[in-house]
């Protein structure tokens, strides 16, 4: 089983519309509501592609009701820690005719201190049950640096697999209790090490030390020429087919979700690397944000290239 991990659980509103006006009237031309947040972005991928998924979180009133009962048509299983408060909303509006997406963000409730104790006794019952969790994205107001710390050394006092997508303070401190992947970007590559990055080699440097810092797998994502993960059995890179991309929002998600399955199959790093790209990339190829068709992702498989290059 995948337990997920979204502590800043939203429904995602996705609008439409053609020419977008700052100040004016805007007609929606298309809407579409989905259970969002980077870690529910990684359950459905995953749920797709076959893997029994378990979410958690923080959700509260009716819209956390809403986000619960959207997820049961992906045959995901909720089992999420209730507040009171209503559940975040973040609306996405894509203008058809300047091709430019501008998003609005909620901030969300604030947990407190004791809620967030209560909600680490819940996950430590479901961690028993799960053979990798995946934890993502950013937290409510009121939890601080040390909340994916905390959530990290639960996993792995239960000996369990564990990957960490977050960033800034939440990845810093976050790897200090050494999870068993992440998967930074350039920017937290920088951030983490405190070199330039300016060309492949140093990226991979900079991984590598990572890595020697007791982090098992690291995965860097390349944008459109692919990713590579440094990990005890070298260093491998990914290249995948040039596709018409239609939403990247989401792809880093469904690469986490893929990352997931192949280590709750045991696969091979090459293997699982190859499984995240085939996915990510047939994500990018629908609307839907954190959604993939299993035919895509099936064409792209076979092109998918992986090469050890250390």
């Given at each position: 089983?995948?337990?997920t991990?979204t502590?800043n659980?939203a429904?995602?509103k996705r609008y439409?519309?053609?020419?977008y006006?700052v100040g004016?009237v805007?007609?929606?031309?298309e809407?579409?509501?989905?259970?969002?947040g980077k870690?529910?972005?990684v359950?459905k991928p995953?749920?797709?592609?076959?893997?029994?998924?378990?979410?958690?979180?923080?959700?509260g009133?009716h819209?956390?009701?809403?986000i619960?009962?959207a997820?049961?048509p992906f045959?995901?299983?909720s089992?999420?820690y209730?507040?009171?408060?209503?559940?975040?909303?973040c609306?996405n509006?894509?203008?058809?005719?300047?091709?430019v997406?501008t998003?609005f963000?909620?901030?969300g409730?604030t947990v407190?201190?004791?809620?967030f104790?209560g909600f680490e006794?819940h996950?430590t019952?479901?961690?028993?049950k799960a053979?990798?969790v995946?934890?993502?994205?950013s937290?409510?107001?009121?939890l601080?640096?040390t909340?994916?710390?905390?959530?990290?050394?639960i996993?792995k006092?239960?000996?369990?697999?564990?990957?960490?997508d977050t960033?800034g303070?939440?990845?810093?401190m976050?790897?200090e209790a050494?999870p068993t992947?992440?998967k930074p970007n350039?920017?937290?590559?920088r951030?983490?090490t405190?070199?330039?990055c300016?060309?492949?080699q140093?990226?991979v440097?900079?991984?590598?030390q990572i890595h020697?810092d007791?982090?098992?797998i690291?995965?860097?994502s390349?944008g459109?020429?692919?990713s590579?993960?440094?990990?005890?059995?070298?260093i491998?890179?990914a290249?995948?087919?040039?596709i018409d991309?239609?939403n990247?929002?989401?792809c880093?998600?469904?690469?986490?979700?893929?990352?997931?399955?192949?280590?709750s199959e045991?696969?091979?790093?090459?293997?699982?690397l190859?499984?995240a790209s085939?996915?990510?990339a047939?994500?990018?190829?629908?609307?839907?944000t954190g959604?993939?068709?299993?035919e895509d992702m099936?064409?792209i498989?076979?092109?998918?290239?992986?090469?050890?290059i250390g």
């Amino acid at each position: 089983m995948i337990l997920t991990v979204t502590l800043n659980a939203a429904i995602d509103k996705r609008y439409v519309v053609e020419g977008y006006q700052v100040g004016e009237v805007n007609r929606v031309k298309e809407c579409a509501y989905t259970p969002g947040g980077k870690g529910l972005n990684v359950s459905k991928p995953a749920s797709i592609a076959g893997a029994e998924v378990v979410a958690t979180g923080f959700v509260g009133g009716h819209a956390g009701n809403y986000i619960e009962d959207a997820l049961k048509p992906f045959g995901i299983k909720s089992e999420f820690y209730h507040l009171e408060e209503e559940s975040r909303s973040c609306i996405n509006i894509w203008d058809e005719v300047n091709h430019v997406q501008t998003e609005f963000l909620e901030p969300g409730f604030t947990v407190s201190e004791e809620e967030f104790k209560g909600f680490e006794k819940h996950f430590t019952e479901l961690v028993k049950k799960a053979d990798v969790v995946a934890m993502s994205g950013s937290v409510p107001k009121g939890l601080d640096g040390t909340a994916y710390q905390r959530l990290v050394r639960i996993c792995k006092e239960a000996g369990k697999k564990v990957i960490l997508d977050t960033s800034g303070k939440l990845l810093e401190m976050g790897i200090e209790a050494k999870p068993t992947m992440i998967k930074p970007n350039i920017d937290e590559i920088r951030m983490l090490t405190g070199k330039s990055c300016d060309n492949f080699q140093d990226m991979v440097d900079a991984a590598k030390q990572i890595h020697a810092d007791g982090v098992e797998i690291v995965a860097v994502s390349l944008g459109g020429d692919g990713s590579f993960v440094v990990c005890d059995d070298g260093i491998f890179r990914a290249r995948v087919p040039k596709i018409d991309a239609v939403n990247t929002v989401g792809c880093g998600d469904s690469m986490i979700a893929g990352f997931a399955l192949g280590l709750s199959e045991g696969l091979s790093v090459e293997e699982t690397l190859k499984k995240a790209s085939a996915i990510s990339a047939a994500a990018a190829l629908r609307e839907e944000t954190g959604f993939f068709v299993k035919e895509d992702m099936e064409k792209i498989y076979p092109q998918v290239e992986i090469e050890k290059i250390g």
